[in-house]
DNA sequence: CTGAAAGCGCTAACAT
DNA sequence: ATGTTAGCGCTTTCAG
């Protein structure tokens, strides 16, 4: 392997001066600079960041924490995140926290161990003590977590335009079909909205929450819990509400789900059942799928802008709300 | 920012006593392996692992480069490395190349220059100069470079397979409907498969192949091309081919515009039209797409498999060749 | 069983 | 304009 010294020795220099002819630091005369760039050149030499990093104190890596990648919105996410980085020049250490609160941490103290220079994370914890002696700069996203910076998208707001698409569009009795609501829950505020909306328009708000541990994210792929598999739920759900029109899910996965199967037991979308989904990846694109659409890479460059503030010491919102939005697509009227 | 020295000054041993409680070499007395470790949780002390790859010369980070994460099957793929990464104890630096050329080899430098252990590249390169001397271990995947290991699944047998689950349900006048076909190219390879299988069956071979710079993986968000979307080029394919009741894409997203596409047509899927697409991933799975599956998992166990032996020196095979099999749904008979 | 000293590859005062 | 020296936080001989 080359090192600096190397290039100096070959160059007839002090390593001194190749650092600054690299770093454009200092003055050097051309000729030196001409010489110390073709050494390194013929050398083929390569700068070692790792060591650069240590005396800089400063790694140019960002670590992220999904639950997921395998996720059409987490992979939304991590690659807005990754081209945010990329163009201010920033590495990106990817890691899944599967959910688990345990790795989440694990992975934290990971990063930490890395000297990255600040941390994004999708959080499952409750607890933000594990993160208020961090030393590093952190941005939580999609949660709140006390004395943690936060982004989120408008949960409650995004909820209640979906019950308003729905009625709007002619609903009678929509019912919102999802899992998990536990206190202070993003599905937690998408329901509120919801159930407030049918409620503002005098309408009777129902409801189908599986309510699980394992969240949506942890086993996406299967949407099977508690023993019960999606399509036993949702045949239990139009049993006990036959007369439903309009379905809102928190995800887009479900809404998917949904549609399918409304097709193959021989309900037609839009005009029977009105269906919409939430997050607005390329998922409900090719399905064609009305959702709550979150505005993923404005909300990925605000987390990374209040990262980079918080970076250099800045003052930083304690909780950043961006607004949602519906696309209306073919599965309502 | 405590150091190793903080801990042994407090614990009052040597920086090399609480080196070797922490690596758990050489022979401790438990009373001071207890004292450190005391120490060490009073302190909250954290190794600084980059001082310790300065070191040992690892960083446990392997290097990945994709084109994309937001894309169906890349997702997958980055979630599978990120998995298998983590359970070996390597962490993962995630790159994303947008199918650029000149954009991979930045970030393999990048890569180089942060000491990774190890790269695996989704690369659009041709030309493998750049990674022969590269010093870093290098595992190139859906491609093969000369004189660099490579793990390909296998494109011929999946367009061959996919002909044949067309023509076995039924289709008379199957076609491939896609883009690229750089010689060389995994598309291109389908496209060879596909079209050996209808001429061994006795079946006139049609195609209906834009030949474009930008692959599906640039702009798959867009499918727009040469100034002609996909809406434009299906409907012309329909037109030139009136007859057509199979339809083979050589991925999952154009499979899923075109589904959609029929339906609104009033063509019926797959009564009067077949489709299969190529992937396997969630997307299929939600749209009820029968499609060449790829075995990502293990492609990717196997590229890893493959590094790790080549960081260790060892001998591997130069190309490695997984099987694809079909998975039947809704869009074949 | 433990410590002193050297050094990983680089940057940063401080000289000259 | 350039070199000398002293580290960054850690591991690793080599002594004792």
Known sequence: MITMKDVAEKAGVSVTTVSRVLNNRGSISEK???????????LNYHPNEMARSLMTKKTH????????????????????????CASSNYKLLLCTSHNSSE??????????????????????????SPYM??????????????GIPSVLSDNYQGGSLAAK????????????????????????RRIAGFRDECIRNGIEYREYIIDNELSIN??????????CDFDDHFIKMLDMYPDTDGIFTTNEILASKILLKL?????????DVQIIGYDGTILSELMDLTVVSQPTLQICSTVLEILFKRMENKIVPSSTIMPVSVIKRGSTK
Chains 1, 2 share one sequence.
């Open 133 to 146: 002696d961090y030393e590093l700069p952190v941005v939580v996203v999609d949660k709140t977590l006390p």
């Open 61 to 84: 890596i960002i670590g992220l924490i999904v639950p997921a990648v395998d996720h059409p919105y987490f992979s939304m996410v991590v690659d807005a995140v990754e081209s945010l």
């Open 32 to 42: 030196t600079r001409k010489k110390v760039f073709r050494t390194i050149e013929e």
């Open 103 to 128: 790795k989440e941490l694990k992975l934290s103290a990971m990063l930490r161990a890395n000297k990255v220079d600040g941390v994004i994370i999708y959080s499952q914890k409750e607890d933000p």
């Open 165 to 188: 698409a729905l009625i709007e569009s002619g609903s009678k009795h929509p019912i919102i079909f999802g899992f998990e609501s536990r206190k202070n829950s993003i599905s937690e």
């Open 218 to 227: 942890t086993d996406f792929k299967k949407l099977d819990f508690l023993g």
């Open 263 to 271: 097709e193959k037991i021989g309900r037609s979308v839009p005009d």
